[in-house]
């Protein structure tokens, strides 16, 4: 299992470009989820899904939209990059049986926005 | 409001020297509260959850313990490997499973050899 994988692992972006931030996990999970880390904030989640279909917002949801077609795939859009948006991207994917819950974070996407 | 606040925010250790890291939490209904360890430059890595007050988890050197408003996280004979910064987050009842998973700042342990 490659466990969950992100694309790209660092992308530089002019204000005003939109651009796809790619999240994929290959252990079946249900749940995904997309947090933004900044200095001095801790985590802080933009968007989740608890299942293909099925997408809600976060804390900070604004200027970003998800889709989630298939289990796999949950990826991140960035409608018009602003440079409040610079940041490091996490996906994380959720494993639940009864009431154990495991979380698994992808190696993360740098992105500055110029 | 729900929050997490987590204390020291740094701490430094020689090797050996146990201690313990805290994370205070205000939340309207707990459904787990969850520790994770960050190294520079990767992803949260899971540790434990815990759900109900009294509940402790181990994982070699790390032990994890929960009560009503707070959880520590335990550190015996820590080694340099050690070192990375150490994440609390809790899930609130009402948000579901995924959602709305509140973070605090975080503890950066250094363990000196």
């Known amino acids: 299992n490659a466990g969950v994988t992100q694309t790209p692992k660092f992308q530089v972006l002019k204000t005003g470009q939109s651009m796809t931030l790619q999240c994929a996990q290959d252990?079946?999970?249900?749940?995904m989820s997309w947090y933004r880390q900044d200095p001095g904030m801790g985590l802080r989640l933009i968007h989740y899904?608890?299942?293909?279909?099925?997408?809600d917002q976060g804390e900070v949801p604004n200027g970003y939209n998800v889709s989630r077609s298939t289990t796999e795939d949950f990826p991140l859009r960035l409608l018009s990059a602003a440079p409040s948006q610079t940041s490091v991207y996490f996906c994380?994917?959720?494993?639940?049986?009864?009431?154990?819950?495991?979380?698994?974070f992808g190696p993360g996407t740098r992105l500055l926005v110029l | 409001e729900d929050q997490v606040t987590q204390s020291p925010e740094a701490l430094r250790l020689q090797e050996g020297e146990s201690s313990s890291l805290n994370c205070s939490y205000t939340?309207?209904?707990?459904?787990?509260l969850f520790w994770y360890r960050q190294d520079p430059g990767k992803g949260p890595e899971f540790l434990f959850t815990l759900y109900s007050a009294g509940e402790e988890k181990e994982k070699e050197r790390l032990k994890a313990t929960l009560t009503k408003k707070e959880s520590f996280l335990h550190i015996t004979a820590p080694k340099p490997e050690d070192s990375a910064t150490y994440l609390c987050?809790?899930?609130?009842?009402?948000?579901?499973?995924?959602?709305?998973?509140?973070f605090g700042k975080g503890t950066k342990l250094s363990v000196k050899p």
């Open positions: 252990m079946n999970h249900e749940y």
């Open positions: 939340v309207s209904g707990l459904r787990g």
């Open positions: 994380a994917s959720s494993w639940v049986a009864g009431e154990q819950e495991t979380q698994y």
């Open positions: 987050a809790v899930q609130a009842v009402w948000g579901g499973s995924q959602g709305n998973l509140i």
């Open positions: 899904s608890v299942g293909a279909g099925i997408t």
